[in-house]
C-alpha cells in the first residue's frame, strides 16, 4: 500500500480533529443527565425541550450543512407524531422504541419523496414548496378525519411501557429519560455523520455546488439523502411528541410550529449541531417563563429578545465566553498531551 500525500494526511487529521470531543461536550451532557436528579418537578417541559432540540437538529442537518430553507420542516415532524399514534391506538405496533423507529422511517420516506421537488429552484422557491407540503399534509389530515380525528386530534393513544419494562407516567419522569436518550444516540449518529468526509462534501455543497460538481461530487445525491435524514430525524421528534403525551393533533404541521423552530436556530445558531440543542433550551425555559410572568405578551418579549440578539450579534456574545473556553482548550490541550 503506497504512502499518503502530505495532502491526504492534513486531510485525514483534519477529519480526525473535526470528529474529537471538545471538553465543553462532555460538560454539556454531563449537565442534560443530571438534571434527571437535580430537577425533578421539571420534567414534563424538559421532555418538551428534548423533543423540540430534536426537531431543530433536524433542520439544522438540512439549513447549517446543506444550506436548504425551509418553512414547512413540520411537514415531517407532523407525519412522525400522527404515524406513532396511529401504530399504537391501533395496535401495530405497540412497543414505543419500535413504533418511533418507525414513525422515523415513515417520514423519512415522505422526505425521500418530496426531496426532489426541494431540489427546483433556489432559496425562495424551496422555502414556498417546503410550506405548501406542509400545508397540504395538514389539509389530508384533516379532511381523513376518521382516521386521524381531524380538528379534535387523535384521542384515545395509549402507550406501552418502554420496552416492556418502564411505563409512561402522568408527571413525565420516564418520558423524560427516554426522550432524552434518544435525543443522545440521534445526536451521536448526527455527529458522527457530519463529522465524516458525507459531512464535509455538505459543506462544500452549501458554498459552493457549481465548484462542488466540478471536482466530482454528486451534489443531487448529498441533498436528496440528508434531507431524507433529516426527515426522519424530525419525525422521530413528532413520535416522541406523540409518546410522551399520548395525543395528536393538526398543530403538529402548523406553520407557527415551524417559525418556532428557526427561532430556535436563530438563537442557538446553526452549522455545528449544538445549536438547536442550546436554542430549544433557551426558547422553551424563556417561553414557559414569560407565559407565567405576562400570559398575553410573551410573544412581544421573545421577539425583542430577538432583535437584540440580531442588534447585539452572536459573535459579539460568543466573545464574552471566551475565557470559559479557553480553559476548557488549555484543559483539552493538557489532557492530549499526557496521553501522548
Known sequence: M????????????????????????FVFWIVAFSVIWLLPN??????????????????????????????????????????????AKHGIITEPVLALIAAGLIAAVVGFATSFLMLRGADLTRLMVSLGIALVLRELANKFS???????????????????????????HNGFIYSLVVLFVLFLIARRLMASPFGLSLLAVKDNPLRSRAIGISVDARLVAI?????????????????????????????????????????GGTGYLYGGLIGAVIFKVMQDYLAQLTPQYWPFWIGLVLVILVMVGRDRMLRWTEPVRALANRLDWRAKGQAS
Open 146 to 172: 376518521e382516521l386521524t380525528g381531524g380538528a379534535d386530534g387523535l384521542q384515545g393513544v395509549t402507550m406501552e411501557p418502554i420496552l416492556g419494562r418502564f411505563r409512561f407516567d402522568m408527571f413525565g
Open 42 to 87: 421539571k420534567h414534563l417541559i424538559l421532555t418538551e425541550i428534548a423533543w423540540l432540540a430534536l426537531f431543530a437538529l433536524s433542520l439544522d442537518l438540512i439549513l447549517g450543512y446543506a444550506g436548504i430553507l425551509s418553512l414547512g420542516h413540520a411537514a415531517f415532524f407532523g407525519v412522525g407524531s400522527y404515524a406513532a399514534a396511529l401504530l
Open 2 to 25: 503506497s504512502e499518503q500525500t502530505p495532502t491526504a494526511k492534513r486531510a485525514a487529521q483534519g477529519i480526525l480533529a473535526r470528529a474529537r470531543w471538545h471538553p465543553l461536550e
Open 227 to 267: 434531507y431524507t435524514i433529516a426527515a426522519f430525524y424530525a419525525g422521530v421528534g413528532g413520535g416522541l411528541l406523540a409518546q410522551t403525551t399520548a395525543f395528536s393533533s393538526l398543530d403538529v404541521f402548523s406553520f407557527d410550529r415551524s417559525a418556532d423552530l428557526l427561532l430556535v436556530l436563530i438563537i
